[in-house]
């Protein structure tokens, strides 16, 4: 049983209960790195199934998990935290103690004592277990944990409301490192990573360490959960298990006093979900693992022989969550140009292609700037009031869409992805909602197409959030395109761009034609207007001798012979002899005499 098994169970569909088993069964020693757990997260994997991977046989005293629901919002009694406000969910803390365990140096100290822990309920509204002779100090003025080992270990559980402020992926990369200082200001912490909204420090030198802060964040302000480990490098390793037990045990307990000073909302508990394939009922197009017993609709919508676009939509029973994958709205687009321009297109307008495909004139966006736009835009036709509460890069989608492009043939592509966490009311109720997406320019600087990829996200109440995270990427991950249909589709695109090559090969004929006859039009043109001139210019000079000369010329209207005579007559005439002769009046000098045409 490997990661890379898990991974494909969960993309083919299979519940987490048998992927548990596999697990319970095979009883595999995972020993997760940091882009293994990010390739979990990434890959739909829940929460439930990595915590059974980390799991490590405890020690018979050793402090059972924690439920997770314990820990899903602050206490009113804590000091930091305010009444009625939702703190992030550690979800597995005990990834931090694993993850940092990577990165830290090898040294190992052997420890075969076994270790007797101890429960610690603290009136500040939380319950943890930690080792015998560890020393435990909670400061309610700030809400900082911190928990001391006899060697140097800390284990430091840092819960904190910052009001008014919303958070973003840069100000969470800032807050880490500073938050990790606070900790321990002589440790070297490297630069910050960031997944989601997850951000995570390191540190390596005499002491090494690692600190994870999760955030949410809302109108009223950014929610935010730190963990963070140290220890003397040469105990780091072997601290690793010793860490992740005390961070799995660590749960709020709930205020009783909060508990009946208000009526708890009624809030539908979500089921396990099932998960069943669903293939795309208009052209068989793709397939995708979905959540029984939601109503699913979409599927391909083709717009043109070659422009088919994705659209999928689930709701749940409960009608709590609305998820949307693809849409059919937003197709492909290309940069303006002075072709555009001296067409009279601008920004906004469409652009035929020749198989009936429209591309909508546009500049290519950023994914932060295009999922911002898209969220004000589409997603506020379904809920209102609308307020970004956050922003995050997201490399996953990147990586993938860069990977999408070169195999279609782009060595280079310019891509972005970026996500946008928002409030909004829906259906009369407090709602939260995601939506992120990848925008590809396959050729820079040479074609100035580009289209969004991985386009997703959901709107649901605000205690199903997570759950509806978690879904949203599953079905994204395990969407697949029917290579049957793909073959059937390139062929189809293969025959309109021949088609179009065709009609452009016809144009350009008629093109070279309409050249060669307006060029020999020209010629004919230029060579009448040539002889045209020259009669002209050669009936000047006759006339111009003619008077000169005091001459005449006639025309013999029997052979058509022209001659020049004297112009001493009014009349001219010749007889079968050829004599010419002139008379001042129109009678004939006899019979066999004819009269000549005189020229003017």
Known sequence: MTVEDVVRLTKAGVSDEIILAQIHARHPSFNLSADQLILLKSSSVTERVIRAMMETPPPRTAPAEASAKDSASMPASHATARPKKPVVQPAAPAAIAVTAATAAPQETVASTAPVRWVSHNDPMGF?????????LRADPRVGRINIQGPQGQ??????????QQQLDARGAGTVVEHLARRVDASMAWDAPKLTGNTARVFARGQTSGAALMRWSSTPEGTTLFLFCVTAPSSLYRASVDTFAAILRSFHVVSDPKTNSAAPAKSVTPAEPVAW??????REGAF??????GWNISGGAIRQSATDIRESLILISPDRQIRMTIGDANVGAYSMPNQMYARAGLGEGAYASLGDGSKLQIRRFLPAQQFIREYVASSVRRECGDVHVLSENERQDLAGSAAQQARGQGAPNPRVTAAGVSFSCTWNGREARG?????TILPFPGRGGIWYVDSLYGYIAVAERREQADDISRHVLNSMGINAQWKQREDQIAGNA????????????AHARQAIADNQQKTSDMITKGYEARSHVYDEIARKRENSILGTVDVVDPTSGKQYKIDNYSDYHWMNNQGVIAGTTTSTSPGSDWREMITLP
């Open 497 to 508: 761009v021949a088609q179009d090559n065709a009609r452009s090969a016809e144009i350009q």
């Open 276 to 281: 069943v394939r669903w293939t795309d009922p």
């Open 434 to 438: 995601y939506y992120a997406a990848a």
């Open 287 to 292: 397939q995708a693992s979905v959540p029984q």
């Open 154 to 163: 800390q284990v430091v559980i840092w819960p904190m409301f910052v009001p």
């Open 127 to 135: 319950s943890v277990s930690v080792p015998a002779g560890w020393n």
